[in-house]
């Protein structure tokens, strides 16, 4: 009996753990890139708020000739910096090769838009801040500009590594 | 409890007239006494455990308010150390109580693990929240589901089990509508919870099970016809659901014995549920006129789920074994099954949806007549119940198609009560004149 309960205490732990370690290890081997957000707040059903992020690599262009995609799938995203900002240079199934200027970030279709184009969710949509301090993410200024730092690991998994507004660092992600 | 005190209360003023009269000896009284203050005494120790458990339930709820309150406050690795010894703390004092040799106090344990996999699931949600994970997947809720799926394996815990059923369903209706399309894979995670309800026999959480299978079939048509994202395929998948609830209900037969009979009738009596079911919407002419015909390429699978019918009924149907059915009712059987595999297979030609839907409706009312008649000769009130209630479905459906734009809208709602008051006194009395009869009278073979 306490074999088992044992081996439940440590598997559940375990996972919990790998978790956390499993987002550490995305913070601190990934590749940092800077994006510009628009963000939307709703309230999270538990305390704090949560900030909603978009970013102008979530709407990415896809090729009509190219294989349909649908609601939901699974794909890898090259982005490449332009003009100070990161933008979306193509849009594929599998994780593609790309040149070292360039790197792929993983996301789900989340919808398919007009004019050629879908909606990506890439796992950074979500930021939780402590209450009442949403507003300053949700309503900037019209001088104040909001972006993120994001670690983009190997395996195309991001997480937000930091938020800023007007390149001062609101927020840092630590382990503890 | 009272009622088992009273009770005690009862014997020990009864039993000095019993032996008076003979009807027991002296020396037992004494014996009966003890026994019955020994399950009294266990009751209300039960109650006490109880209680301490409401009063632990409330202790957390305020420990948790106090955390919840203080949420951010608190440091991330303060936060995580409150998180991971709670998990432990409840493991362990289960592991206490489980230990114990009285059963009330493993009852406890056994509630103190479900409170130990209810904060695992909370420590899930807590820990993405903490560390920004993506909060519209619902992964956490399968591994949480997984969790508690573990838990009820190793420790044989019902509640666990319960919880481990209800949240994958869950997960599934939560992820259906992410992904627009049927979630199948809540099948793979349905089957796993399967098998330790079987291998414990817990025919409880059966039900359970059975009912969130409905319910995932269910909302998945629905969504369909909401949705109407793959309109083509709608008429097919409600004849695989109903071909397939129909080969359960073959494979219930008194002939395949790989479960036990009263576990085989909870099989029975939701495969005869959703086999209803299905049947209903295929009722509706409208249903029929919207979606038209199923695509001609995927005829194979309604082709294949037939023959599938076919087979188990060969295999199954040998009437030398077969008990309490009339030949007549096994040529129904065969002859409904041979018109509804028809009628499904004709969905794939575009024939006209008014014409389907009648042949439709009238299958259905020969199924319903042939499973009162079944639920009457077997003694299982569970079918006559279904039928009934079937029944009553299907003409006040039908009363609304046909008189909805006939009728005058005020006209409409008088006769429709009409119909509901009368209608619902007929079928009631119908209804239980039919269970009174048999429950008065014999099986013809017990053991069926």
């Known amino acids: 009996m306490l074999k088992r309960i044992l081996l439940i205490l440590l598997l559940q732990t375990l996972f919990l753990v790998a978790l956390i370690g499993f987002r550490q290890w995305t913070l601190n081997t990934g590749t940092p890139i800077i994006l510009e957000t628009e963000p939307i707040d709703p309230r999270s059903l538990f305390s704090g708020d949560y900030v909603r992020l978009r970013y102008k690599i979530s709407t990415v262009l896809i090729n009509p000739a190219e294989k349909k995609f649908t609601r939901g799938q699974k794909v890898y995203v090259s982005i490449k910096p332009e003009n100070n900002q990161w933008a979306a240079t193509g849009i594929y199934i599998k994780k593609p090769k790309v040149p070292s200027d360039q790197i792929v970030i993983k996301g789900y279709i989340q919808a398919i838009l007009p004019d050629n184009r879908v909606q990506v969710a890439y796992g950074i949509e979500n930021y939780f801040v402590p209450e009442n301090e949403g507003k300053k993410l949700e309503q900037p200024t019209l001088n104040e500009k909001v972006s993120v730092k994001v670690s983009v690991d190997r395996l195309g998994n991001a997480a937000i590594s930091g938020i800023f507004i007007n390149q001062k660092q609101i927020y840092q992600e630590t382990l503890f | ?448």
């Open chain 2, 1 to 448: 409890m009272s009622k088992k005190i009273d009770f005690f209360k009862q014997l020990q003023k009864e039993l000095p007239s019993w032996v008076a009269k003979g009807w027991i000896k002296p020396e037992y009284e004494q014996s009966i006494l003890a026994d019955a203050a020994k399950t009294t005494e266990l009751n209300e120790k039960s109650t006490t455990v109880y209680f301490s458990f409401m009063g632990i339930v409330l202790l957390g709820a305020g420990i948790i308010t106090f955390f919840a309150a203080h949420w951010t406050e608190i440091s991330k690795l303060s936060k995580l150390i409150i998180l991971l010894s709670s998990l432990w703390a409840s493991y362990l004092a289960a592991y206490y109580f489980l230990k114990q040799n009285q059963s009330y106090l493993n009852r406890l344990g056994q509630l103190l693990t479900l409170l130990g996999t209810l904060i695992f699931g909370v420590n899930i949600w807590l820990i993405t929240q903490i560390y920004h994970f993506d909060v519209q997947d619902p992964a956490g809720i399968l591994i949480w589901s997984l969790g508690a799926w573990m838990v009820a394996i190793l420790l044989k815990n019902p509640f666990c089990m319960a919880l481990s059923i209800v949240l994958a369903l869950i997960w599934s209706l939560i992820k259906s509508p992410l992904i627009q399309h049927i979630h199948w894979s809540f099948l793979l995670i349905w089957a796993l919870n399967l098998i330790p309800l079987l291998k414990e026999k817990w025919r409880g959480l059966l039900h359970l099970e059975l009912i969130s299978l409905i319910i995932w079939a269910s909302f998945n048509l629905f969504w369909f016809l909401i949705s109407s994202v793959h309109p083509q395929y709608y008429l097919f998948y409600i004849s695989c659901s109903l071909l397939l609830a129909w080969l359960v209900f073959n494979l219930t037969l008194p002939q395949f014995q790989f479960m036990r009979n009263n576990m085989k009738k909870t099989f029975q009596h939701y495969a005869a549920l959703f086999l209803l079911l299905n049947l209903f919407y295929l009722t509706f002419p409208d249903l029929l006129i919207t979606f038209k015909q199923a695509p001609h390429k995927i005829w194979p699978g309604t082709l294949i789920l037939i023959l599938c019918n076919f087979s188990v009924l060969c295999i199954g149907l040998n009437s030398n074994k077969l008990c309490n059915l009339s030949k007549t009712s096994i040529g129904f059987y065969i002859g409904v099954l041979l018109v509804l595999s028809t009628l499904l297979l004709l969905n794939h030609i575009p024939l006209n949806p008014s014409i389907m839907g009648i042949l439709y409706n009238l299958t259905m009312i020969s199924i319903l007549g042939w499973f009162i008649h079944l639920g009457y000769k077997t003694a299982d009130r569970a079918f006559i119940n279904l039928s009934f209630l079937f029944f009553a479905a299907l003409i006040l459906a039908r009363y609304f198609d046909i008189f909805w734009t006939l009728l005058n809208r005020s006209l409409f709602f008088i006769m429709g009560g009409l119909l509901l008051i009368i209608g619902s006194y007929l079928f009631e009395t119908q209804r239980r004149r039919l269970t009174l009869k048999m429950n008065t009278q014999k099986a013809e073979n017990p053991k069926c």
